[in-house]
């Protein structure tokens, strides 16, 4: 009762202080929640300026990063080729081109596209796309990048807002650095102005950024310098994993202390039933001991008297039996000592241990041949099955045949069987069945429990095939060792 009352008081314990914590948690997470909201975009803008630091060094030490770029001279003129196609080139006759049919769009698109830097190629493009939904083969211009790719239009709409907002770029030196836009001198005093593609930042950039500052599912804006940030990731308090530690740790504690006690209670179930055991030996040895001296009063008083003596005898012979027997079942497993039989010697040991029974065992022994057995550890096992059909079915029946180098024993009795529930826990020690005390009070409950210890340690199996049904049946099966192998090991 106090054991209980002491879990009890534990659980209630942990209970109240795991309770304590989740409460403080909620608290702070809820305190935690506010001040993440209040400075939401102070992080948000701490986070993309680490973002565009990121992408600054990498350009600076990565070449050919794809991108847009326009070449303008320090004070922010464009440089090159113009953006906008070329005005003084005839323009084709569009209005009938829908008219056409589709051979002859392709055709007249084909056309168009071999006037470089003229508006009908600008116009070709754009078709095309919506036609086919591709860009036409070879290099696009800045300008016609823009008629069918959104990002390049905001690109360059971009660089030209640069471009407008500052005409001195005289400290731009042939390092990245960022504006608006990135920019960067090379080696002829020129400037380039340059965005880079977005879907290179997701495969190249984004990925490891986003791990190694746990922003989640974050990912870029239109402007690939910004990021679009994953608010539940980057704004919300994780405190649901420590949460969830604690609670994986409360339940280990827990685990822990219920295998403990369940130690306990099977280390005193084990000791319960050593000493039902030991009160069972001792009577077992007080009821011989008892017999024998009252025999031997008799033979002090009236002389010799050969039963007597014979029940002296075998009440000697039953108490060096319960102590062969407890020496047996607690002893460390032996070295197999197996030894050649020929037929007859065999036929003559079953013979002799049939005799043991004064005809309450028959023996059928299909063996004719020469056997090689550990004869010690099998008479002990033998013994002690017939011995249990006699006690528990008055009568029993030993069938023994040989395949191969396989022995098989199938000891038979004549009793009313071993029930289910019982049969689980036939082998194991101390353990004896309710019928079985009715029939017999005497006994430790060992006796199987041997024969099972000694079938292992010969290599064999030993098993009930018949549970819950009449003439209990136990079939043995030992595999012969190999002699000669013995003899040369």
């Known amino acids: 009762m106090k054991s209980k009352f002491v879990l009890a008081a534990l659980l209630l314990g942990l209970s109240l202080l795991f309770y304590s914590f989740y409460v403080t948690q909620r608290i702070e997470t809820q305190m935690m929640s506010v001040y993440l909201s209040a400075q939401k975009e102070n992080l948000a803008a701490g986070w993309n300026q680490q973002w565009q630091q990121t992408i600054v060094n990498h350009l600076n030490q990565t070449a050919d990063v794809p991108g847009y770029r326009l070449i303008v001279d320090r004070r922010g003129q464009l440089l090159g080729p113009a953006f906008y196609p070329s005005q003084d080139k005839a ?3 569009w209005s009938r ?11 007249f698109l ?3 596209l071999t006037e470089p830097d003229s508006w009908n190629r600008a116009s070709a493009v754009k078709k095309w796309w919506q036609l086919y939904d591709k860009q036409p083969n070879g290099s696009l211009s800045p300008y016609e990048q823009t008629l069918i790719y959104p990002e390049a239009k905001m690109a360059y709409a971009l660089m030209f807002s640069q471009l407008r907002e500052r005409t001195d770029y005289t400290t731009v030196d042939e390092q990245y650095q960022l504006d608006k836009v990135l920019l960067k001198v090379t080696a002829n005093g020129e400037v380039i102005v340059f965005l880079p593609h977005s879907d290179y930042l997701k495969q190249h950039l984004l990925p490891r950024f986003t791990v190694l500052n746990r922003l989640g599912n974050s990912t870029l804006q239109t402007n690939p310098l910004y990021l679009s940030l994953d608010d539940k990731a980057l704004f919300s308090f994780g405190s649901s994993q420590e949460l969830l530690f604690s609670f994986s740790g409360l339940l280990l504690v827990l685990s822990a202390l219920g295998i403990y006690l369940f130690d306990l209670k099977t280390q005193k179930q084990q000791v319960d039933k050593k000493l039902s055991f030991l009160n069972q030996l001792v009577h077992e040895i007080k009821t011989p001991l008892t017999g024998m001296r009252l025999n031997l009063e008799l033979l002090q008083k009236y002389g010799h008297d050969q039963e007597l003596l014979d029940a002296v005898i075998q009440g000697g012979d039953r108490l060096h039996s319960f102590f062969a027997d407890i020496v047996l079942i607690n002893s460390p497993q032996g070295i197999n000592n197996p030894v050649s039989l020929s037929a007859e010697q065999w036929a003559d040991f079953l013979s002799v241990m049939a005799q043991e029974f004064d005809g309450a065992i028959t023996i059928d022994n299909q063996v004719q041949q020469a ?31 040989c395949t191969q180098q396989t022995l098989s024993f199938m000891v038979i009795d004549e009793g009313t069987g071993v029930g289910k529930s019982d049969a689980e826990h036939i082998f194991d020690e101390f353990f004896r069945a309710a019928d079985a005390k009715q029939l017999s009070p005497d006994g430790l409950g060992i006796g199987l429990s041997i024969v099972k210890k000694l079938v292992g340690q010969m290599g064999g199996d030993i098993r009930l095939t018949n549970p819950g049904q009449p003439k209990a049946t136990f079939i043995l099966t030992l595999e012969m060792a190999d002699e000669q192998n013995h003899i040369d090991h």
């Not at 081109?97 to 055709?107: G, M, V, Y």
Request: proline share 0%.
């Open 91 to 93: 323009l084709a006759d």
């Open 97 to 107: 081109f829908e008219q056409l049919s589709q051979d002859d769009k392709k055709q």
């Open 110 to 112: 084909e056309q168009q």
């Open 371 to 401: 056997v090689f057995v550990d004869i010690q550890r099998l008479g002990i096992v033998l013994r002690n099955l017939l011995k249990n059909a006699v006690r528990y079915g008055q009568r029993g029946h030993c069938t023994i045949s």
